[in-house]
């Protein structure tokens, strides 16, 4: 029940009609017996949404885009990784004092540490947007070889020379017989709703023994997902970094160990 005691939590972003934060959040708050509830506030001006949030004593937000980067300056204080990544993606509210994270890095992480041991891994990370920089950083933490591959050569070179990563064009995909990786994560916009249709790697080259992660969502099993599973590989959908990376913002807000298990049913119900 909300009450005079709920403590307050929201996602800001633009849009955000579609978030499926707000899902995650008010059902674990409830699993977990916490008075609180969690919002989607579609922000037009973002300083004074952060007045906001100081001013009506919000405990945290989720921050999606467009804003990831852009509300640092206004933060007290950011975690190393997000330096590093120059995004957050979750800011608490500490007496008044915002300080900043990151989970979609560690979400990545726990998502393919659960299928795959990623220590010395060969890794084909596609995309070098803000995921694909978030995970291209929890990858070179784990000590991965990684070759980046993205659409915008001077993108792929800026984040790979930054990283110490090979880099190649992603169309040069479909010039190779086979992958030299163990791991092949798309973290481009390919395969995603209205676009659905497409894949950003040829079937032929998926091959046994390889796992593939879409981080791509909607839909969950992506035309990449499908074939690789059809090649045999291993695959891992978008819901579970999503599910992870909501789990880790609960714990930061409340202390206390989400169920992702949980998490998983409640976005898989919601997104079949
Ligand atoms: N599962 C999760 O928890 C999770 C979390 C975050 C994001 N995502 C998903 O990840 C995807 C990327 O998100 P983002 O935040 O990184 O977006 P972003 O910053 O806008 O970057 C988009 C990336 O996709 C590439 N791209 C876009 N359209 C493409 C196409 N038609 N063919 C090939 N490459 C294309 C871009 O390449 P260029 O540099 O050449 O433009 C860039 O690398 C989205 O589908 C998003 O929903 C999932």
Same mark, same amino acid.
């Given at each position: ?11 800001? %972003?633009?849009?955000? $009609? ?19 509830? @969690? ?11 952060? *007045? %906001? ?5 919000? !405990? ?25 990544? #120059? ?9 008044? $004092?915002?300080?900043? @994270?990151?989970?979609? &890095? ?13 220590? %010395? ?18 990858? #070179?933490? $784990?000590?991965? *070889? ?12 800026? /984040? ?9 064009? /992603? ?23 209205? $676009? ?6 040829? #079937? ?15 839909? /969950? !099993? ?8 059809? !090649?045999?590989? !291993? ?17 930061? &807000? ?9 998490? #998983?049913?409640?976005?898989? *119900?919601?997104?079949?």
């Amino acid at each position: 029940m909300i009450d005079a005691q709920t403590k307050l939590y929201g996602i800001i %972003g633009n849009p955000v $009609r579609h978030t499926l934060s707000p899902l995650i959040h008010n059902r674990a708050f409830k699993r977990m017996g916490l008075n609180a509830a @969690y919002l989607a506030f579609e922000v037009d001006h973002l300083e004074a949404a952060l *007045k %906001g949030i100081r001013g009506l004593g919000l !405990q945290g937000v989720s921050v999606t885009l467009p804003y990831k980067t852009d509300v640092i300056p206004y933060l007290d204080k950011i975690d190393t990784m997000s330096t590093k990544i #120059k995004a957050i993606n979750t800011i608490t509210n500490e007496g008044g $004092r915002l300080i900043g @994270y990151n989970t979609d &890095w560690s979400g990545a992480m726990a998502a393919l540490e659960e299928k795959v041991d990623l220590k %010395g891994t060969r890794v084909y990370l596609l995309g070098a947007g803000g995921a694909g920089r978030a995970i291209g950083f929890g990858l #070179k933490g $784990r000590g991965c *070889k990684v070759t980046l591959f993205n659409r915008s050569a001077e993108r792929a070179a800026q /984040l790979a020379n930054e990283l110490g990563f090979d880099h190649r064009p /992603l169309s040069s995909l479909a010039t190779l017989d086979r992958l030299d990786a163990d791991v092949l994560i798309n973290a481009t916009s390919a395969g995603m709703h209205p $676009r659905d249709d497409v894949s950003p790697v040829p #079937k032929s080259i998926l091959q046994k023994g390889v796992t593939v992660m879409d981080i791509v969502y909607h839909p /969950l !099993q992506t035309v990449l997902l499908r074939e690789a599973e059809e !090649q045999g590989c !291993q695959t891992i959908n978008g819901l579970e970094m999503l599910a992870h990376q909501g789990a880790a913002q609960l714990e930061i &807000w409340t202390g206390k160990r989400a169920d992702v298990r949980q998490i #998983k049913e409640d976005l898989r *119900k919601a997104i079949e």
